[in-house]
């Protein structure tokens, strides 16, 4: 299929490009980024911050601006645009018939919009049934989490279907990466820990309960349960740190029965074998000193979600740690997985 | 008053050397080590670490073995010893008739031995009269806790006196420094988060239970409430970071009442303007990105308390973030802080 | 004297902010920054990023453009202005009679201003005579180095002076500090190192060289010496470290005469007794893996050069390696000493 | 070809696992390393620092001790011992006629040892056949250069051929993975730069020379320029950076020339198809901001050597700055990709 970027010059942008090379379903036709880029070849236009080389062919393109009049040979678009135009641009492609698949926050909270990370909440994708961008559905938009709310999910998703989630306490450890580029300055962050991340914590409760939300003739059925964040940032360069703990309905046990039920977890879409799934989505680690985001972001493409210090606790049931590469996992590679599941359903066609 | 350093080549005794350089009543005129150490001059024996020059006649004394024979000329010992070696060492030095202010934690447990912070449990040194060490009462010891029920404690104090502390769940970002020197390898931290610190969790609850109990009739009567935490290391040098939420007995109507209840804390030891206290000591940060350990750690002489991000949570009553100088207010200030306390009270003599 | 800070709300403006705290000669009295701050308080105006607080009666004060009707109360002002406007503003100050202590670069090759270092060349204020900006000569301009230079020159001047500078080709590993805030972004500088700094290298030669420049008649007389340098940022905070390899008009027999050159020169300002003078102005360490700028950047309040690693070399004749503190000592620190020098010699009045 | 392992489970060993895995000619069979390790498995005996999984296979493996009799199934190993005992063992194998392919120092200047970099010398494998360690010519070693001699010698061997190396000055600004585990203490280098690398720089000078040597008769004729080498650690992880100025026996007219050189030099071993070959040797970056260690020390499987800011210089004729990932081409990858060479040419069998 024929692949857009919107916001491609972007450190999102610049992993989607990263990530699509040599897939064996999508190429990318088309870059689109802002006014001052467009009419620029890439490598003008972007910065590359990327640890492989930049394609050539990528190298060359012409990069357009954000219209999807710009777009007319692609079959669908990714979009790592900046939340400040991300309404109006993703708006207008998907009601050109465009689809999106957009790491942007702008749409995630829309009830007809599915925010989705495939492992978690597959029949979701059910919801774009009722988008009305365009008579024919035609055009549509599927949005992927904040880079938080997805290995969270990830690893609430086997527990609360077992125990039940009630109440979650955390903190996270994110890293620089998560800023983009230039992002964070590096006098902020050398050798220091910024407790405070602008616009982060409140994304979190929502989009988790809206990924375990159970869909009930079409309309989606939330667990409500309280949760309390606090996000700081860490001199690491890619995979987020989340520190949780947590209170379940249903009191496990012991331990065992709680990694029984990560183990037991059946991956819903593990027969799709989508290009870019792990083959263990969930790694639990069983040394305390582990995860590191260092030595395991990357492992399985950085599509995988670590777990470790999994422990009875004493407050509330569990505490444990829950780790995954922020730009791949929790963004581009996420959106890109996404758009896999939506190509194997055949809704991407 | 001549003052002993015990495990002077380690990285508290050094910060010991550094603190008490220029202090108005305590004289550096001893220093122990190990059997490897002794014999050597001090900057033959160490591997000094400061960010200041090491003073000259401190560089040129020789270091002892830890015997009380050796350091008989002292009025008492800090210790900074390593906790392999501290039960026997401290011990012997007690009951040698030379009192013993530790950082070491191998007594901190004791009944009869103050885990002293003097600005939340000055009145605990009125233990020591329990100490059997020697028939006099002139030898005994006196602990400081762990870098982490520092600051906590310190936080916890003002807010348990009003609202009283039933749940605590915390998680700690904790700076390179807390684990000596050589400590943590470069390789294991830099660009990285480690979730585990060895031996640290199991410290922090009851070290900060005894912190705040109350002294009645001799015997110490604890606060029994639970707390979670996970300790985790991070690429910073100097200053831990707690994020915490904390469920009260009583809950605060707003979050006025509780940052009221912080101000109007009265520092029990204010009147005594001991050398190494901080003119305030609990700053409360209203800027959300602050307090930061590079920027705030070494505020103070490193003897301050910052807390931050003070806010209500949606889980159990409020969150903040508390830091303070790991190895300063943490460890060797701490101490130095509590030997200043125990002359000012007539018990150092 | 009453002095005035302009770009006031920069790196280098925080950094004159901090120094002059409690400075016994010079008062802050006006801060001058962009028409974007003008008119906010300075607290307002500026994002603090020192590691002590901003002073109250600073943070209260408020923020002026960076005209010369703004600043009539002031005797002379201190620029940390951006050298995008320093070449306007500074000479339109000249011009109204303030005298101008830059760190700008935009006068310094001036042949009329001084590129003062005052332990190196404090005879060149006589070229303030022939500024002609003001009819009275009131109004002047002395400028500082480049922080690369100012080390340099610092470690060169001594061996200058006994064997001749012919050919020096160097390195240098700099801090983050040195690109103001926000600065170096912390993706490109995270366990990483950046082989490029942009227009740093061509500075060095040509400051170097007038600093060491003999005054004739009036007339700067420059040792043409050929100096190759490559500029590096590394992930430090604060002090630039130099690797120099250095041939000189006539070869030292030995390191010790090398010594013997460095341990011998006389400070030629040192019976003025500056405020900011460092006590002992280069300390040369013996230990071979000193110095380092986590270390000694802020010794002797960050004014001390610090050489090391001095050693007769297989290519011309000596190597080591110097490193000063790049916002202190080769900024804000080094003007101050500067004003100091011009204080104290009567033109500043 | 079934493969031994000395040292494997010190940080070079854990490199060579890792990059053995999945190698199309070599399998691991024998693990060796201290008496502390051996009769342990794997992975209880290692602490595991790569950031892939420890292959469940080499975990199982039973550690032996490096003694030849344990190795009998093995056709040759990889050497990665300390240089404290590797004379030893490494003679020991040699001499049990089990070829040795060595990562350590301690054989690298013997004159019947090839010093081996497969592009740079490929013709000093003849050397072996003048080594007397067995009768029949079945044991034997072959040595590696320390991690600045490898890209030094990359980078000056087209350079040499052409213009011919009369003077070499540099600086490196070297990774901790250099330092081994756990090598450099966090506390030594956060933040910070250490200006000398115990027992490195007097490597770089004899085995760069010594690569860059002529055979003539079975004798290898060296070049004898000077050298003047500058070592230091910064906090990167992986890939040592080199600051060169070089002058050469014939000018360049221009920097085209040289490019011209870099460009036109043919890889001698380029039809041979090696598995850990990289397709392009010798990346020469336009871009002055590059190479970075983080961004491309891992291109093309760690074994590409990165030059650039190439340019005429002030003293003497070039500078440049070359990088290579230290561990890999600098360590492990490069005895692989000599041990590749050897099987290729049926010296290995």
Sequence with gaps: ?????????????????????????????ALGASERSA???????????EDVPLPNHIAEMTVATCEPSAFSEVDFVFSGLDSSVATAIEGAFARAGIPVISNAKNYRMDNSVPLLVPEVNPEH????????????????????????????????????????????VLTTMQAVSGAGYP???????????????????????????????????????????????????????NGHMISATVKFKRTPKNINEVKEAIQSWENPIAELNLPSSPSEVIKLHEEERYPQPRLHADQEGGMQLHMGRLRMAEVFDISFVAMAHNTIRGAAGGAILNAELLYKKGILK
């Design 1 to 29: 299929m024929k692949v857009g970027i919107l916001g491609a010059t972007g450190a999102v942008g610049q992993k989607f490009i990263r990530l699509l090379q040599n897939h064996p379903w999508f190429e990318i036709c």
């Design 39 to 49: 009419g620029k070849r890439y490598k003008q236009a972007a910065n590359w911050v």
């Design 125 to 168: 994708i059910a919801l774009i049934q009722s988008q009305s961008f365009t008579e024919d559905g035609s055009g549509w938009i599927v949005t992927n989490p904040n880079c938080v709310a997805v290995p969270l999910s990830l690893a609430l998703n086997p527990l609360h279907k077992e125990f039940g989630i009630e109440t979650v």
């Design 183 to 237: 992002g964070v300055p590096s006098l902020d962050i050398l050798g220091n820990v910024v407790p405070f991340i602008s616009g982060e914590e409140p994304k979190i409760a929502p989009e988790t309960q809206k990924l375990l939300a159970t869909l009930n003739n079409g309309e989606l059925d939330e667990p409500h349960f309280a949760l309390q964040a606090t996000a700081t940032r860490v001199p690491s360069i």
